[in-house]
């Protein structure tokens, strides 16, 4: 094993670590849930094909309506026995239309691109990457020492994922990236929705973790339909850590 992958591999045992220290967060997690379950829409994933992107533990979704309500839903993840485990306490472990995926490095870096043999086809109604990309930057952040060349391979990651996002829809099918983008500040209510204008402070202060503004998910998306950008809320991922969270939405175009 080389050095990068020795420290991939405990990177990886590091996030079912935290998998693990946050499964019992469902009740923490309601406010965050409830608003990535706003966003997926009812149009888009009735009958569809689902792709949930960094499920995990599945505390931001609702697993029972979506398994009644999306023809088939796939999520991936590099940790199966987080979702496996989500499966049994949201009691849908026995639905023939959710299938556990642990087959596809996130980062987009691998040679594990849609379309590939074996791979996920590109074929997705709706595709939703819910908070992963902050931690495919975080491995970024922790394999490579500190400078502009790690800045830059960053931003990188970030581009590949959302290249993976963008390349397992369908033509005309939506995608929504969600980002846990800034530390939520303690004096901010987490029961009500933050003002937008602290969004436009933290721009205005440059606060953003690296390569997490909606501005630059945007950028990376390029040439997609109906961009929208939601308004800002805070995820209460435990009872001390709260980020503020902001979701883009979009449509494939076509040839895109
Ligand atoms: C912040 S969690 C997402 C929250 C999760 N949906 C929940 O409700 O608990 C991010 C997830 O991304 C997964 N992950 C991180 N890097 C990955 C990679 N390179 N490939 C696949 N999954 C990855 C982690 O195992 C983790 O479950």
Redesign the pocket.
Known sequence: MTRLETELHRRSQA??AA?RS?RENWHS?TRHRNRVMELLGDESRRQGKVAIL????????DLVQLASECGEIHL????RE?MEDALLRQGVSERPNIRLRDD????GLSDSEPGKVGKPAPDFDLVVS???V???LE?VSRVLPPGLHRDRIMLQVRDAHVRLVTGLMAEGGTGIVVTDMAEADSDLDSSAPPEPASATELARKGSYFLGLDPKGIQQALGAVRNLQQSEPWIWQLDPIRRYLVQAVRFTKSAGG
């Open positions: 996030h079912r998998n946050t997690f960094g499920a995990g533990n599945c505390n931001d979704l991936f993840d590099l940790d987080a596809l490095d996130l980062s819910t908070c992963v902050s931690q495919l491995t």
